[in-house]
């Protein structure tokens, strides 16, 4: 596993690992890596120091792992049980929202980055839904059952 120090196109910054040194840009290149703070597939490995291990250090161990993976299945969890999917739509839902215009409602869809940061810098408020894989590893569904 390898940590990264990331950045988007608007200079959000985030960490995170990846599998092997070409994992972010394998995932990146395919479009999987995103900003947490606003969606934005445009992510690039920000200047970092490198991170040396003593002999007396361990690795995060895997229960760690476990738990944070567990806690994101349940949020997304949460979200498709109690919001309502309303796919593409969901930036002129949102919006709407917030100018009074419908009544406001749990929700959660799908924007492009272009929209995301329409509706940020109209004060709209958002945030990414965790993407997860449709099914937890078995150790994390086993815990969520």
Known sequence: MIKYALKCEVDHGFEAWFSS????DEQAAKGLVECPMCGSAKVTKAIMAP????????????EMRQAVAEALHKIRKH??????????AFASEARDMHQGLTPERPIYGEATTEEV????EEGV?????????????????????
């Open 21 to 24: 040194s070409d994992g972010f």
């Open 117 to 120: 940061k329409a509706l940020v």
């Open 79 to 88: 979200v498709e049980d109690t919001h309502t999917y309303v796919g593409g």
């Open 51 to 62: 991170m040396v291990r003593t002999s007396k250090e361990e690795a995060a161990p895997i």
């Open 125 to 145: 408020p958002v945030a990414p839904l965790p993407v997860m894989a449709d099914k937890p590893a078995p150790a994390v569904q086993k815990k969520l059952n």
